[in-house]
């Protein structure tokens, strides 16, 4: 069985709320536009299509960007929210086969909100993680107000997934108004990836809450590749500066290994191997981002999986890598072997 740990869709329900919820008209239509672009987030019977042509193949859901608590006030956010969350867990019920699990969102506008919905979210509908993303409205994720749910997710034993977000309205250049060739999401996502990783670390979150786990889409954005130079920096900046920007208990590196890393790399097999030699093999989870490419998801299934083949790994570890590691993490009532 290979256990897809993080793919993203729109129910039915919820996008057509969504669709009458946002008052702003530009906001909706690229939101119609969105669903109706990429039909797989929607239509269920073309996903199962595009699913059926891997063998033993089951994904975990999460809802598809925008984040609902950077287009509607908190009170819409946490109504679209609850309805999101009501019908993830009732495709997983209905569809056992198919879902694995939901990852639940939640209207991080309001954190009394957000905490509600967590709770109701892992403990009622049996959802089994939650979604932030990188920045919340503008606030980094070590922001103090965000402490309460990092406390109750430790405590739940339940992960955080985090993914990026950057918009093409900030512009790479000053002068310009937006950023061109779409670096917004080539370059800057993983890079958001990594701030967002950094201020989780160096902020000391991950030091207060040992027992916290978080999974990072697309292997960690920039970190991995550049664990030598932030090991470096550090120690650099301290002996020969006299500076150190903060002072944590273990080495900074010892916390991003810390963190799970997933395969949605886009079939880029050099990637996997630099997340797994710098975080191992046990901090990695099969995901594909599924289905955002030209083939409705079916390249981005097809090319992940020929990448994870490519790495060398022998049985003990594809089966790590595949399923077991999700699995666990998110204590799916599968069997791990």
């Known amino acids: 069985m290979i256990v897809d740990a993080y793919t993203h869709i729109l129910p039915a329900g919820y996008q057509a709320m969504l669709e009458e919820k946002i008052t702003d008209r530009d906001m909706s239509l690229n939101s119609a536009r969105y669903a109706q672009t990429v039909p797989t987030l929607v239509d269920l019977e073309a996903r199962f299509r595009v699913m059926d042509d891997f063998d033993e193949y089951i994904q975990v859901v999460s809802?598809?960007?925008?984040?609902?608590?950077?287009?509607?006030?908190?009170?819409?956010?946490?109504?679209?929210?609850?309805?999101?969350?009501?019908?993830?867990?009732?495709?997983?019920?209905?569809?056992?086969?198919?879902?694995?699990?939901?990852?639940?969102?939640?209207?991080?506008?309001?954190?009394?909100?957000?905490?509600?919905?967590?709770?109701?979210?892992?403990?009622?509908?049996?959802?089994?993680?939650?979604?932030?993303?990188?920045?919340?409205?503008?606030?980094?994720?070590?922001?103090?107000?965000?402490?309460?749910?990092?406390?109750?997710?430790?405590?739940?034993?339940?992960?955080?997934?985090?993914?990026?977000?950057?918009?093409?309205?900030?512009?790479?250049?000053?002068?310009?108004?937006?950023?061109?060739?779409?670096?917004?999401?080539?370059?800057?996502?993983?890079?958001?990836?990594?701030?967002?990783?950094?201020?989780?670390?160096?902020?000391?979150?991950?030091?207060?809450l040992p027992g916290l786990k978080i999974v990072t889409h697309h292997c960690g954005g920039l970190i991995p590749f550049l664990a030598g130079r932030i090991d470096w920096n550090d120690d650099f900046n301290e002996m020969c500066m006299g500076h150190r920007d903060v002072y944590l208990k273990e080495k900074a590196l010892n916390y991003y290994r810390r963190f799970f890393y997933d395969t949605a790399v886009n079939g880029h097999t050099a990637a996997l191997q630099c997340g797994r030699a710098f975080a191992g093999i046990d901090q990695m989870v099969f995901a594909t981002d599924m289905p955002f490419d030209n083939q409705k998801g079916r390249r981005l299934i097809r090319d992940t999986i020929a990448s994870v083949e490519q790495m060398g790994l022998n049985d003990e570890e594809k089966a790590k890598l595949y399923r077991n590691n999700a699995i666990n993490l998110l204590r799916l009532p599968l069997c791990a072997v």
């Open 63 to 208: 809802v598809a960007s925008p984040p609902v608590h950077s287009i509607a006030p908190p009170a819409v956010a946490a109504e679209l929210c609850r309805a999101a969350n009501d019908e993830l867990a009732e495709l997983v019920l209905k569809y056992p086969h198919r879902f694995a699990a939901g990852i639940a969102t939640l209207p991080m506008n309001d954190m009394d909100a957000a905490l509600e919905e967590a709770q109701r979210a892992i403990k009622d509908l049996r959802l089994r993680a939650v979604e932030l993303y990188t920045d919340i409205n503008g606030q980094p994720l070590d922001a103090p107000q965000f402490m309460p749910l990092y406390e109750m997710m430790a405590e739940l034993d339940r992960p955080i997934f985090i993914h990026p977000l950057r918009e093409m309205t900030t512009p790479d250049y000053a002068g310009e108004e937006i950023s061109r060739y779409r670096v917004w999401t080539k370059l800057g996502w993983p890079y958001a990836t990594a701030l967002a990783m950094t201020r989780l670390v160096y902020g000391g979150v991950l030091e207060k």
